[in-house]
């Protein structure tokens, strides 16, 4: 079908092939802001630190710091990363906690990602147990703050924000007043004409 769809419902005589519509520059905005609220770059940052590298700024990418190592070695940082995904990501941080439910979260993850780190230490590569209390403190903090993202869905709740701006964008200034009618709208055999 080359990515058309046939309309369902439609007499043979007007067999119409559909395309989906093309992306509109609202919509473009919407996503360009959840790419931004996603967990991803934190991922990134975490797994550079880890190596040793921090972002410059000024260069605009990961430089190594002079005396700075690497926490642990790469089945370190693989084991970590993945604990860390488990909690810091779009389904977590778009989700609606309340406050409340936050701690027993933060804690329950803790309480079993913590143990995991400190077992294997040695074949992580962690040189020094001071480095542990690094790892901890990290792990706290970024799994408290994914669920405290999502209290009364917090980055829904910014998403949302924007698109109803964008609405009301539109109407004040009488834009979508005779808009096209929609893909749906034009197969509703209710719809008006």
């Known amino acids: 079908m080359n990515g058309n769809y046939l309309a369902e419902g439609?007499?043979?005589?007007?067999?119409?092939?559909?395309t989906p519509p093309p992306e509109r520059k609202e919509e473009a905005a919407e996503i360009g802001i959840i790419r931004e609220?996603?967990?991803?770059?934190?991922?990134?940052?975490v797994r550079q630190n880890l190596k040793g590298y921090f972002f410059d700024y000024e260069k605009d990418k990961y430089v190594r710091i002079e005396g700075m190592e690497a926490i642990m070695n790469e089945k370190g940082i693989s084991k970590y990363l993945s604990i860390l995904s488990s909690v810091i990501t779009d389904l977590v941080t778009f989700s609606n906690y309340k406050d409340e439910e936050i701690n027993n979260l933060t804690l329950?993850?803790?309480?079993?990602a913590i143990p995991?780190?400190?077992?294997?230490?040695?074949?992580?590569?962690?040189?020094?147990?001071?480095?542990?209390?690094?790892?901890?403190?990290?792990i706290f903090n970024l799994t408290l703050a994914a669920f405290k993202k999502a209290v009364g869905a917090g980055d829904r709740?910014?998403?949302?924000g924007t698109i109803t701006e964008d609405i009301s964008k539109r109407s004040?200034?009488?834009f979508g007043q005779q808009q096209d009618r929609t893909f749906l709208q034009k197969i509703n055999p209710f719809g008006t004409k």
């Open 108 to 112: 329950y993850v803790c309480d079993k």
């Open 10 to 18: 439609m007499p043979h005589e007007e067999e119409k092939w559909v």
């Open 116 to 138: 995991v780190i400190h077992i294997n230490y040695k074949e992580y590569g962690i040189k020094s147990k001071s480095d542990l209390d690094i790892l901890d403190i990290q």
């Open 157 to 160: 709740g910014v998403v949302r």
């Open 37 to 45: 609220l996603s967990p991803k770059k934190v991922l990134e940052q």
């Open 172 to 174: 004040a200034y009488g």
